[in-house]
Structures are given as structure tokens and as C-alpha cells.
């Protein structure tokens, strides 16, 4: 019996850079202009781990013309380190004993 396994196409915003200027795009919205490339990534990476959910990645990857992409962030990366942070049991951790 084969088995379908639909896989969710992930979301992604890309940053770029237009006539000096920095942007996030994502399908067929663009938000910027960005001061610099640091805004406009860490803006990227903010929106993205607000959007994360389990089981659809979202990417942010820079995306400068004559270039490949570049992946700068991903919530799957981002969601597996936050799961191995967790404590192995219940009543351990630092927040175990708090009142």
C-alpha cells in the first residue's frame, strides 16, 4: 500500500537588496525600505519565528543578485534546538523548585 505524505512547501522571506536599499520579501509582498542589512534581517528572522509552527518551515535567506540564496535562518533549526533546550522530565530545570 503506498503511503501519500503531503510536505508542507515552506514559507520564505528573503532579503535583498534594491538600488542600495534593503528589503524582506515574501510571494508577492515587500517590506522596506530597511536602513541596513542587519534591520532587514533581523526583521526577516523576527516575523518568521512569530509565523513558526511545527510543521511548516519557515526560512529567511539573503538573496543578493548574481548569487545563490543564502539560508541565514530556519524555524525547523530553530524549533529542534528549542525542543533539545526542554528538560528530559518533569521537575527538573531551573524552574523545578520555583514557588
Not at 534581517?41 to 512569530?50: G, L, M, N
Request: with cysteine; net charge negative.
Amino acid at each position: 500500500m503506498e503511503q501519500k505524505k503531503e510536505e508542507a512547501v515552506a514559507r520564505e522571506f528573503y532579503v535583498t537588496c534594491r538600488m542600495d536599499k534593503w528589503f524582506v520579501d515574501e510571494g508577492n509582498e515587500s517590506h522596506g525600505p530597511y536602513l541596513s542589512r542587519r534591520d532587514a534581517v533581523a526583521d526577516a528572522i523576527e516575523a518568521a519565528e512569530q509565523l513558526a509552527k511545527p510543521k511548516q518551515a519557515i526560512n529567511v535567506l539573503l538573496k543578493i543578485q548574481g548569487s545563490s540564496a543564502e539560508l541565514l535562518w530556519s524555524s525547523k533549526n530553530s524549533l529542534a534546538s528549542m525542543r533539545a533546550d526542554l528538560p528530559k522530565q518533569a521537575g527538573s530545570g531551573p524552574l523545578a523548585n520555583s514557588p
